[in-house]
């Protein structure tokens, strides 16, 4: 009897003991807004990743800049899927460009980071309360100017989009409820964002220049000028448009010169804006090449930074000087004759030989040609025939150019890959800089008034503010670009080229030639120039480097992404997808 | 007294002297030939003795109890014979019909074969010892009805198969529950020798215990143990040459040319410009120098695989000790196991070649340049298993167990030129062989130095194999089980207590060199030489492993009885608890994956004739949120053996019929890496620089996926019906099985969730359900022709196909485009057409995705929405999925006195090899097949089995599209297995120590039937890019002793 009790008590003393819970551990670094928004080491990494939700446009799609989808470019790498997108060859589940997944990822983490920011307590060492409060509602500023920024882009890619202003839940049903708000609305959104901001932001970003690249008033403010000027623009104002979700509705004529003049009033906020101590705080850079390599410069107002990198060398250089790449983009022969001559007129296509001498001054820093210098990396050469090297037309599947061309432009040819540690430098990606809100002052001056007149006085003139970039790449006073116009029509035309050229390949033409509604020069082939040499000689000829361009009229804005239209069915899609 | 006592003690000694009666015999099996060590008692007494090496007996009977002897040998039938009025006693043992008392391992406990009702099939230890493969895993393949075998791989220590226990059915992993010796552990590199039986639960009946863990399968490895009686020594040796089963040659450098050419002209390009032609030269003038390898530095014809390949070979040595005693039993044995690789490493064997010859012959440089670098970058794999199961008695109801098993391996290859990578198959090893024209480049230039050919810089096998270094990796594998059984007959009849604790640990290090010669590209114009790669100095590396440990205990209550002689009444009930962790590196890594469980069986039956079984598991698992950890899977099963009613005939046809049905529910929680998934996380995001000097990089913070509470395991709800049976005196074998699984709340990453949100992503949510049904039959013969003859044949076929019927896939515009309603791991593509024959055709065609380049010979894909255009939207499931739906085999077998031949068939139908890249495409870096010369031209255009020639293959031009006409069916059939033994006669070896020798041959992946040809139809189809180590074909011969 005694041994049964015994043995049963150590029976029930296991079968306990096995019971028991062990399932408890948990891992010790768990981290919750509550502690990440009140520590002093944390509370900025929040704020600082909803920056990484800004687009830098460094071969951004497949190895490809998005302007090889335009006129001006090419992607040397045929796999590169920006070649379905410059033929027409994308559908809603697949449309190559886009950022419905990006802006919002970016509107929750600014919306996250604000609601953590009122609702936790954050002591910091050293500060006063006031202090805290100082900072966390500069901080809160940031993340209205980055709304803006991210539904910016949502609205130029998509027209009216469901704005989301508060931190939701998912599965909430205000959110699943959600539908696209109307263009006007939308844009209202935006400007009311930037006001925001621009009430909390100061003209220099917290934190001194060890912050270059925080959001800040001016930043702001240029978000707002982008997006009126936008808003002003033919995609958006197309007579007789009676969905409100792709455009305004009242299209009078009244109306729309209305917007170009609120857009034109924004621009001059950005453009007048002033330091402390009573200087311009954005000043063009003297330097139209190093301009790219430079950093801090006072030309960049918004901008994506990056540490410094010799990536972008690598992958743009002429193969002969890259380290294991080459090509990328490259420029096309229809950007290449649309520089002017140096005096400012047209070019003409003449003496084949001759064409890369007395063109605009920016033309040896943006295109690399047959011939053309690379500063301390020599020559290229881009023939074929006789001494054809790797740089050659075709030379290296996917690597050499496919039109004849390299794009120079954004590029340190300080960067040497033939020595054992190549430097590195800063390539900031520009969204919008002082001559993009010039030549969009410009836009908008004559649009509202006209090429001459500033009956605002806001000091400066649509020619002038077109003059003045112009200046800056180095025309000198025998520029005559402006002065045979006269008609609002020309003015417009030169604005338009300015901004192809002075802008290139910074993702402005894709989205420019959509907003003037001029899809039909994304219908025609791009071409290249082929250049022979042959005993000493050099034969010209040009060829169709893609014949197979297509824009459809739906392009003109982007598709909704399918997934988003089956799982929200209170989604209307955009016309024609 | 006392002398009372001694004087009685002394009169029974008398009487048993006088009384004593003197029996001897021989004992022999139905061949006639003698059995030693057969057990011989007389009934109801302690006296007994053992056969000798003749066979031979000699007992003395004790007259108290009647004359009876019982003649028992393990694998035989104990016979009892009445020994009444005789001295000479010869008996003839029966083998034991399989399945009449025949022990199968169960989940927790062993069974009676005849009265198990759950769907459970077992493999014994001789089974897998006739196949020569370095894994066990291997040896598995077409034993066992509804088990699945997919080797992928031929590395030397990593060439274990993936099981799927009855195909897929979760969209997470389906790897089955493997167990050692009840302790979850890899058995993949266990040795052979050491295996007892490897039991496979299939349905939910027999896996219902294992509750959350079991939904796909459970494999349940048994490990040798001593059994009482004299000390057995067995001694194995083999020795194999394993060659590869499957590599591709590539055509000859001149055919590449004019092959190169054709591509070029198609595509409208100069093929007089080198860039346009794979940078090597293509005019007559040069196939001429191709034929003739007159310029070997200039105009090379490398056949890479006849340069760099070589047969492998293998060893394999076991030795083990078994026996016992009443306090004692034991099981010692110690294996090793040396494989080497098939790529050739030794560059003194690589310079032999006649390739490398003439290079030597045309420049001394080179023959200066190949010579062994002091490493060794040989592919190898040794492996040293020990392992010691030893039972101890301490009273008669008390018994100990003390297990340990340890296991030491190492493996060696070449170094990378990704650093000394730990991704042992994603070397470029077997890559080379198609991403080289055979005219790409020489091995090496005229000045010595290494060559590579512009753009390819990478892909000189000479230097990969040679010349870049080396890894090796050590692995430790402990196995440690603490076991104790006591009997608790004292507090109730037929009680048990047992209970079990082990402790596992694997560990390992690696240590690797790597570096690299310059690689130049000669330039035959002007001499010049074109650095492509720049050396790498030697750098050497080594690190530890994370060491795994495992904890595991068990405590189970079991109950056995009969009552009345007819009902037979078992119960068990257990408490398990399973802690494993690895304590180093990666998210939550610290926090150990831990189980609990509950578990409890209880068996009936009326007199072994009507079977009944209810099996639970209670589990609980700290993968899951409070609430959500535990829950219970039930099952039930019951059998009924017809045979045993009154109303069957005592003679009849059929000796044995059981039919048997179960019902239940399993989980599945291999839901991938543990994470907490029922907390939102907030992580490292990307890192933002801002200033002017950038110096200040701060990494961001997200919120990381959405929490999902409800997180728990997938369900699976099983069916299983099936029926045993045995006909003709036992000698035909019929069993079938059919079965439903229907799988819920699989663990799925939804696809769709609102993007507007802005979260950067969910956790899985319960969304997943899959279908899985199928059935197995078993159809065996054993039969005997006079007394020397036996013959065997054994036909397995079985089924098992799976349908998504839910998974959150990503929106698409068509129905027909969604992988959803179709198998796990569906391919989907393109519909093949046919190729264009004429540019009318194409004009007439649908547009195919707005291409304006198509030229006859192209493929034309069908417009599955009748859109007149071919775009994404085109795409539809097709062909099948890379796990075959049905597999079977036959094996056949002879024995004639001490020889024996057996052979396996074994097959598999309904899957898909997606052939592209790589080993399916023309050109895809310089290469052509055999398949290509049957390429469309316009003189082919009728019977081409190819489309045109590109001057390169690219996956964005449309021909390459996934579409099935680069599915091959994986249909295969093969000659897995052939083994041919020989045993020497008793009489032989009647005067040496020797107890038993038997020498045999055997081989694997002899022949293989199939329309993949160029890999092994088994080869993963990720690894179109060659970046795998092919297959093994093995013959190998071996010699078996023991005394």
Redesign the interface.
């Known amino acids: 009897m005694k041994?049964?009790v015994k043995?049963?008590t150590a029976?029930v003393a296991?079968?306990f003991f096995?019971?028991c819970?062990?399932?408890?551990?948990?891992?010790?670094?768990?981290?919750?807004?509550e502690d990440?928004f009140t520590a002093e080491n944390?509370y900025?990494?929040?704020v600082?990743?909803?920056?990484?939700y800004m687009k830098g446009g460094f071969n951004r799609i497949s190895s490809a800049f998005l302007d090889a989808a335009t006129d001006d470019g090419m992607c040397t790498v045929?796999?590169s899927s920006i070649?379905r997108l410059s033929?027409?060859?994308v559908?809603?589940?697949?449309a190559v460009e886009g950022c419905?997944?990006s802006s919002?990822?970016?509107?929750?983490?600014a919306?996250?980071v604000q609601k953590n920011l009122k609702e936790q307590k954050l002591v910091l060492n050293k500060k006063t309360e006031e202090e805290v409060e100082q900072i966390k509602s500069v901080y809160a500023g940031e993340m209205y100017a980055l709304r803006a920024l991210f539904e910016f882009d949502l609205l130029r890619h998509y027209g009216g989009y469901?704005i989301?202003d508060t931190y939701?839940v998912?599965g909430d049903p205000e959110?699943?409820k959600?539908t696209r708000d109307s263009f006007e609305a939308c844009v209202q959104n935006i400007v009311n964002l930037c006001d925001s901001a621009a009430k909390y932001l100061d003209v220099e970003?917290l934190?001194g220049?060890?912050?270059?690249?925080?959001m800040t008033k001016g930043m702001a403010l240029a978000i707002k000028a982008k997006t009126l000027v936008y808003s002003a623009s033919p995609l958006f104002n197309q007579p007789g448009n009676s969905n409100s979700l792709i455009g305004h509705t009242n299209t009078s004529e009244a109306s729309v010169t209305a917007r170009w003049e609120a857009a034109a009033e924004a621009c001059d906020a950005v453009i007048n804006l002033k330091k402390p101590n009573g200087s311009n705080k954005y000043v063009l850079y003297n330097n139209y090449e190093k301009l790219f390599v430079t950093?801090?410069n006072d030309e960049y107002i918004v901008f994506n930074?990056?540490?410094?990198s010799n990536g972008l060398e690598n992958r743009q250089y002429p193969p002969t000087i890259s380290k294991n790449s080459g090509g990328g983009t490259v420029p096309t022969q229809e950007f290449v004759d649309a520089f002017t001559l140096s005096n400012g007129a047209g070019y003409m296509r003449g003496d084949d030989s001759k064409q890369y001498t007395g063109r605009d001054p920016r033309f040896n820093v943006i295109v690399g040609y047959n011939g053309a210098s690379y500063g301390a990396r020599g020559k290229i050469f881009t023939k074929?025939g006789d001494g054809a090297t790797l740089d050659a037309l075709?030379?290296?599947?996917d690597k050499?150019t496919n039109t004849g061309y390299y794009l120079r432009k954004f590029l340190d040819t300080n960067v040497n890959f033939s020595v054992a540690n190549p430097t590195t430098t800063?390539h900031l990606f520009p969204i919008i800089r002082l001559a993009d809100i010039l030549l969009l002052y410009a836009e908008a001056m004559n649009a509202a008034y006209g090429p001459d007149a500033d009956p605002k006085g806001y000091g400066l003139t649509a020619k002038g503010a077109v003059q003045r970039v112009r200046t800056r790449a180095g025309f000198k006073s025998d520029d005559q670009y402006l002065t045979s116009v006269t008609t609002q029509e020309q003015m417009l035309e030169k604005i338009k080229n300015e901004r192809r050229i002075e802008l290139a390949f910074e993702e402005q033409r894709y989205f420019d030639l959509r907003r003037w509604m001029e899809g039909d020069k994304l219908n025609q082939p791009v071409t290249g120039i082929r250049i022979e040499e042959a005993a000493g000689n050099l034969n010209y000829s040009y060829f169709v480097v893609d014949?197979?361009r297509?824009f459809d009229p739906k392009m003109y804005l982007h598709p909704i992404?399918?997934?988003?239209?089956?799982?929200?069915p209170n989604l209307v899609q955009n016309p024609g997808w | 007294m006392k002398k009372i006592i001694l004087l009685s003690i002394f009169a029974c000694y008398a009487l048993l002297t006088v009384a004593q009666t003197r029996v001897g015999g021989v004992v022999m099996d139905e061949s006639g030939t003698e059995i030693i060590g057969a057990n011989i008692i007389q009934k109801g007494t302690l006296n007994g003795t053992v056969t000798d090496i003749d066979g031979k007996f000699a007992l003395q009977l004790d007259d108290k109890n009647p004359p009876l002897l019982q003649v028992s040998m393990i694998g035989y039938q104990t016979v009892e014979v009445d020994a009444q009025g005789q001295t000479t006693v010869n008996v003839t043992l029966k083998e034991m019909n399989v399945g009449i008392d025949e022990v199968v391992v169960v989940g927790f406990g062993t069974q009676k074969k005849a009265s198990v009702t759950g769907s459970i099939a077992n493999v014994g230890s001789k089974e897998l010892k006739d196949v020569p493969v370095a894994s066990v895993t291997n040896a598995l393949t077409g034993r066992i009805p509804g088990l699945v075998t997919r080797q992928e791989s031929g590395r030397p220590g990593g060439d274990d198969a993936k099981l799927f226990i009855r195909g897929r059915a979760s969209l997470n992993s389906s790897d089955p529950l493997v167990l050692v010796d009840g302790v979850e552990r890899s058995f993949s590199q266990v040795d052979p020798d050491d295996i007892e039986s490897v039991s496979i639960l299939k349905d939910a009946s027999a896996t219902a215990v294992y509750g959350v863990r079991g939904a796909n399968g459970v494999v349940l490895v048994t490990t040798k143990r001593g059994s009482t009686g004299k000390s057995k020594i067995s001694f194995t040796s083999e020795y194999g040459v394993t060659h590869f089963n499957r590599i591709s040659n590539v055509l000859g450098a001149e055919q590449t040319s004019l092959f190169q050419r054709e591509g070029t002209i198609n595509v409208g390009l100069d093929p007089s410009v080198l860039s346009n032609t794979s940078n090597f030269p293509v005019s007559e003038y040069d196939n001429y120098l191709y034929r003739t390898q007159l310029s070997p530095f200039t105009h090379p014809d490398n056949n890479f695989v006849d340069i760099f390949t070589k047969p492998g070979s293998q060893q394999k040595y076991n030795f083990n000790i078994s026996g016992g005693n009443k306090a004692v039993k034991y099981f010692v044995s110690v294996g090793y196991f040396t494989q080497d690789g098939m790529f050739q490493t030794d560059v003194n064997q690589i310079r032999k070649h006649p390739t490398l010859q003439r290079l030597i012959e045309l420049s001394p440089e080179v023959d200066k340049t190949l010579v062994n670098k002091d490493y060794n970058p040989e592919y190898f794999y040794n492996r040293l298993t020990s392992r010691s199961n030893i039972d101890l008695t301490i009273t008669e109801d008390l018994k100990l167990g003390i297990d340990m098993a340890y296991r030491f391996s190492r493996q060696n290859r070449p170094g990378t030129y990704d650093g000394l990578s730990s991704n042992a198959e994603g070397l470029r090893l077997f890559a080379f062989f198609y991403r080289n024209a055979p005219q790409a480049f020489p091995l090496l230039n005229p000045n010595g130095s290494m060559a590579a050919a512009v753009g390819v810089w990478r892909q000189n096998p000479l230097v990969t194999l040679a010349y870049t270094g080396f890894r090796t990796d050590y692995d430790n594998q402990m196995e440690t089980t603490f076991s104790v059984n006591y009997n608790l007959h004292k507090l109730l009849k037929g009680l048990t207590f047992d209970g079990k604790f082990s402790y596992d640990v694997d560990w390992g290090n690696w240590r690797g060199m790597q570096w690299r010669p310059y690689i130049y590209s000669y330039n035959p114009a002007d001499g010049s030489y074109l650095q492509g790669l720049g050396a790498v100095l030697p750098e050497t590396n080594s690190a530890r492993t994370a060491p795994t440990y495992n904890k595991y205990g068990e405590a189970a209550l079991r109950y056995k009885k009969t009552f009345d002689k007819k009902h037979n009444v078992s119960a068990v009930a257990l408490a398990t608890y399973t802690s494993e962790s690895t304590p180093v590196g990666g998210e939550y890594s610290y926090v150990p994956h831990i189980y609990q469980a509950l578990i409890a069986r209880g068996n009936y039956d009326f007199k072994n004739r009507y079977l009944f079984e209810i099996n639970m598991g209670y589990n609980g698992s700290n993968r899951f949120a409070e609430g959500h950890r535990y829950q219970l899977f039930p099952a039930a099963s019951v059998g009924w053996v017809i045979t045993g009613e009154s109303f069957m005939p005592q003679e009849s046809i059929l000796n044995f019929a059981k039919l048997r049905a179960s019902v239940g529910q399993v989980g599945n929680d291999k839901l991938g890496s543990f994470s907490y998934y029922y907390k939102s996380t907030y992580v490292n995001g990307a890192a933002y620089s801002f200033g002017s000097t950038h110096n200040s990089r701060i990494t961001g913070l997200i919120e990381g996926r959405m929490a999902n509470e409800m997180i728990t395991w997938e369900t699976a709800t099983k069916y299983n019906a099936g029926f045993d049976t045995k006909w003709f005196n036992s000698q035909l074998t019929f069993n079938a099985d059919i079965f439903k699984e229907h799988r819920t709340d699989i663990l799925t990453n939804p696809q769709r969730f609102m993007v507007t949100s802005g979260i950067n992503g969910v956790s899985p949510a319960h969304i997943g359900v899959v279908d899985n049904q199928g059935y197995e039959l078993e159809l065996g013969w054993e039969g005997k022709v006079r007394k020397n003859f036996t013959y065997f044949a054994k036909a397995i076929f079985a089924n098992a196909k799976n349908k998504v019927v839910e998974m959150s896939e990503a929106a698409k515009p068509y129905r027909y485009m969604y992988s959803t309603g179709h198998p796990i791991g569906q391919f989907i593509g393109y519909q093949f057409d046919g190729f264009f024959s004429s540019y009318e055709e194409i004009a007439a065609s649908p547009q195919q995705f707005g291409l304006s380049n198509l030229a006859p010979g192209d493929i034309k894909y069908k417009d599955l929405n009748n859109d007149g255009v071919i775009d994404q939207n085109d795409q539809s499931a097709i062909g099948y999925s890379p796990v075959p739906e049905i597999t079977y085999s036959l094996q056949l077998g002879c024995g004639y006195k001490g020889f024996d031949i057996s052979v396996m068939f074994q097959g598999a139908a309904r899957s898909s090899v997606y052939m592209v890249g790589d080993l399916g495409w023309d050109n895809s870096w310089g290469n052509y097949y055999d398949n290509h010369i049957n390429r469309w031209t316009p003189e082919t255009a009728a019977t081409a089995t190819y489309p045109r020639f590109q001057q390169k293959s690219d996956g964005n031009n449309q021909n390459y599209y996934a579409s099935d006409f680069w599915l091959i069916n994986g249909d295969y059939l093969r000659l897995k297995n052939i083994q041919v033994g020989y045993s020497l006669p008793k009489a032989l070896l009647r005067n040496t120590p020797l107890q038993f020798v038997r020498f045999y041959a055997n081989a694997f992946n002899l022949l293989t039937w199939d329309k993949v040809k160029r890999v092994d139809p088994e080869s993963n189809p990720d690894r179109n890019n060659g970046q795998f180590y092919p297959q093994q074909r093995i013959m190998n011969f071996g010699v078996n002793v023991t005394f």
């Open positions: 041994d049964k043995i049963l029976l296991f079968f096995a019971g819970g062990y399932l408890d551990e948990k891992p010790y670094d768990w981290a919750q807004p990440i944390n900025v990494r929040p600082n990743q909803t920056y990484t045929s796999g070649h033929r027409a060859f559908t809603s589940n697949s419905w997944d919002y990822k970016g509107i929750r983490q919306l996250f469901p989301i939701y998912l959110l699943d959600k970003p934190g220049n060890g912050a270059y690249g925080r950093c801090p930074t990056a540490a410094k074929t075709n030379a290296l599947v050499s800063f014949g197979q297509k992404p399918l997934d988003e239209m089956k799982i929200s």
